[in-house]
Structure formats: structure tokens, C-alpha cells
């Protein structure tokens, strides 16, 4: 009985001690594991004397990361729920005068919030053509088209076409508060940074983090100005009328001609026949004159 007691004993100790080995090992797991993120995390790693060492731009990442996380979702999540749709549209039209039309068209530019943007009115073979192009006030494109299309007396084609690029706008204003994030913990390592070598790595790095949030907000910048303003281009080509040119339209004038050029015709036969007959006549008379001469001087001799 006694010795059972003791290997009972013996195996309750192995237990505990086991049970301490396994606590252990665990709570050392998780405190190395939290000390390798923070090394992965954290872009500044010290030396004896405290000074900056180095800097990796994923570091400043997960930095970025551990810091401003929830704030880039909650503003990135606020942005999501407005609306970026770029809107463009094309008419092609009859109109009675073109150049009044242009000028139509450029009053309502200026009445829906835009401008003219492009003009070009050609001719070629009594036949006028042109292209306008215009934006408006995104928020009056289709009164705008309609507008435009009461100034032409017939409408070939019309084509609307709207672009969701919500997705997209949304991306890049994420990235561009996390390279914000980013540029802002640089700012703060370049402050406590002691060594030239050290200044001189965070401020490369800063110079390539710049250049990516200046490509992102001229990309917003782009998008913003697409999605606000909507563009309309106008093919406009004149109608066909009938121009009488009074200087050449002159019927009386025509039939003195005419009158005049069957005189001229009449004299021309006469002065043929004229001819005629004088040429002939002197080829005529002296061939009739040999004819019977010699018919004479035969018959003379003969007898």
C-alpha cells in the first residue's frame, strides 16, 4: 500500500512538472513571437549608444500597419459609400447654320457649370462640318444633351455612356493615407535620428514615399475632376440648300448668245458657199475651156 502511495506521488510530481514545462515553453512561444513582430514591426533598431541603425520600407509598413490600421479601414469604409461614375456622350446632328450652332453650343457650356474644350469647323466642296467638344456639370449632363439636341433638325446618332470607377478611386485613396501613414512615422524616426547615415537612409526613403502619394493624388486629382465634369462631343454637319448666284443666272443673256451664235454660224455657211463657189469656179472655168478647146482642135483635124 505504502509503495503505491509512493509511485503515485512519483507521477503526480512528473505531472506538475510537466504541466510547468508545457506553461512554460508556451509563454515563451508567445513572448519571442512578440518580440520577433516587434522587431518586424518596428522600423528602429537601437545600439549601444541608442542611435538610429537601419531602415527598411517594409518596415515603416508594418508600422504603418500596427498604428493606422483601423483608421485607413474606417476612412477608406466612409469613402465607399459616395459614388465616382465618369460620364461621356457623343451627338451626331443636322443643323440649318453651323456656325450659329457653335455658338449655341458654347453658351450652353457656360450655362450647365463647364466650357468648350475643343472646336474645329472645316468645309470642303460647299458642305460644312465641325466637332465641338464640351463638359458640364456632371449633375446636368442629361438637360445638357437634351439641350443640344433641340439645336439640330435632325439627330444621326446619340450615344451616353456612364463608368462606375468607384473600385478604383477608393484603392487609391487607401493607399495613398497608408503612404500618408507612412511618410508621417518616417517624419517622426527622422526627429530622434542622430547619425548622418541614418538621416541620409530616411530621408531616401522619404523621397520615394513622396513621389508615390504625389502619383496617387494626381490619379484622385484626375478621377475627381472626370467624375464632377462630364464630357459631350458634337459632330455637327450643315444642311444642303440651294444657293442662286445671280451673277451667273442670267436667261435673257443666255438667249442672246444663243441668237448670237447661230448668226455667227448662218454668216459662217454663207461665207462657205461664197468660198465655194469663187474657188471653183476658177478651177471650173479653166477646165471647161481645155474641155471644149480641145474637142475643137480634134474635130478640126479630123476633117
Known amino acids: 500500500m505504502k509503495l503505491l502511495k509512493k509511485h503515485i506521488a512519483v507521477i503526480a510530481i512528473i505531472v506538475v512538472v510537466l504541466f510547468i514545462s508545457v506553461l512554460s515553453s508556451g509563454l515563451f512561444g508567445q513572448i519571442s513571437g512578440s518580440n520577433a513582430s516587434f522587431g518586424n514591426g518596428e522600423f528602429v533598431t537601437k545600439s549601444t549608444n541608442d542611435s538610429v541603425l537601419a531602415i527598411a520600407p517594409e518596415s515603416a509598413s508594418s508600422y504603418t500597419e500596427l498604428g493606422m490600421t483601423d483608421q485607413v479601414i474606417s476612412q477608406s469604409e466612409e ?5 465616382y461614375i465618369i460620364k461621356t456622350g457623343s451627338l451626331e446632328m443636322v443643323v440649318n ?58 439627330i444621326i446618332s446619340e450615344n451616353v455612356n456612364a463608368d462606375d470607377v468607384t473600385e478604383t478611386v477608393v484603392d487609391i485613396q487607401a493607399r495613398l493615407e497608408n503612404k500618408q501613414a507612412e511618410e508621417q512615422a518616417y517624419l517622426d524616426i527622422l526627429q530622434k535620428a542622430t547619425k548622418v547615415e541614418d538621416i541620409l537612409n530616411i530621408q531616401y526613403y522619404l523621397s520615394m514615399v513622396r513621389g508615390e502619394i504625389e ?3 494626381a490619379s484622385l486629382e484626375y478621377y475627381e475632376n472626370h467624375t464632377n465634369q462630364a464630357s459631350i462631343i458634337v459632330y455637327l454637319t450643315e444642311a444642303t440648300s440651294i444657293i442662286l448666284d445671280s451673277d451667273t443666272f442670267q436667261p435673257w443673256q443666255t438667249v442672246k448668245d444663243s441668237v448670237q451664235t447661230v448668226v455667227r454660224l448662218f454668216q459662217g455657211l454663207i461665207l462657205n458657199i461664197i468660198e465655194v463657189i469663187i474657188v471653183g469656179g476658177s478651177i471650173l472655168i479653166p477646165a471647161v475651156i481645155i474641155y471644149f478647146g480641145g474637142r ?5 483635124y479630123k476633117k
Do not use: H, M, W
Not at 469613402?79 to 459614388?83: K, S
Not at 475643137?296 to 478640126?300: A, D, G, S
Open 296 to 300: 475643137l482642135i480634134y474635130r478640126k
Open 215 to 217: 502619383s496617387y493624388q
Open 79 to 83: 469613402n465607399a459609400t459616395e459614388q
Open 97 to 154: 447654320d453651323i456656325d450659329e450652332t457653335t455658338s449655341q453650343l458654347v453658351n450652353l457650356a457656360q450655362v450647365f457649370g463647364g466650357t468648350v474644350t475643343n472646336r474645329y469647323i472645316y468645309s470642303y466642296d460647299q458642305a460644312k462640318s465641325g466637332t465641338v467638344e464640351l463638359t458640364v456639370d456632371q449633375a446636368d449632363f442629361e438637360t445638357a444633351i437634351n439641350a443640344i439636341k433641340e439645336l439640330g433638325t435632325r
